[in-house]
């Protein structure tokens, strides 16, 4: 039982909306699966958002020092490759994902963020947004949590009423 509560709390911190099918796959009792789910996606994102606020505060303080660390051949040569892969005039490629989540921070900013991090965007891509577009706002992490929370209950709510979806 406690392997199953842990398992699903590793995938509520990383992938939040898969943890329903989980549940049910692992037929995880409904008083013990929706804290664990909750309390793991508060916890994958809490972790996310300040391991990448440490992580941008690192190399944005260490970025010039270690460049001045790679021999010039190196630098030359990546340069070089990058001229030829990026030429001037020629469109960058997006991939679906990247596309969705350009278009989420620019057309719904902080709420898109909040509200599509546990059902769409992934917990540590939402705490990485989050915390790079938005590190500013002391609310963001409340908000992020009560977006989680919520979802979570929502979650749970089609679960019980709807006990055959699945």
Do not use: H
Request: net charge positive.
């Amino acid at each position: 039982m406690v392997s199953k509560l842990f398992q699903l709390f590793l995938l509520a911190s990383f992938k939040y909306i898969l943890t329903v099918p989980y549940v049910l796959l692992l037929e995880i009792e409904y008083k013990y699966a929706l804290p664990t789910m909750v309390i793991g996606g508060i916890g994958g994102f809490l972790f996310f958002y300040f391991l990448s606020a440490k992580a941008s505060r690192f190399f944005r303080k260490w970025s010039s020092s270690a460049l001045r660390l790679i021999p010039d051949r190196i630098k030359i040569r990546y340069n070089e490759i990058c001229v030829s892969r990026f030429k001037p005039g020629s469109k960058r490629i997006f991939s679906v994902r990247n596309r969705m989540i350009v278009r989420v921070k620019k057309s719904y900013g902080l709420w898109g963020i909040v509200i599509t991090t546990p059902i769409l965007l992934s917990i540590p891509v939402g705490a990485f947004m989050a915390s790079r577009y938005y590190s500013k706002d002391r609310r963001v992490i409340l908000y992020m949590l009560v977006s989680i929370i919520g979802w979570g209950t929502v979650f749970s709510l089609v679960l019980l009423l709807f006990p055959g979806i699945f």
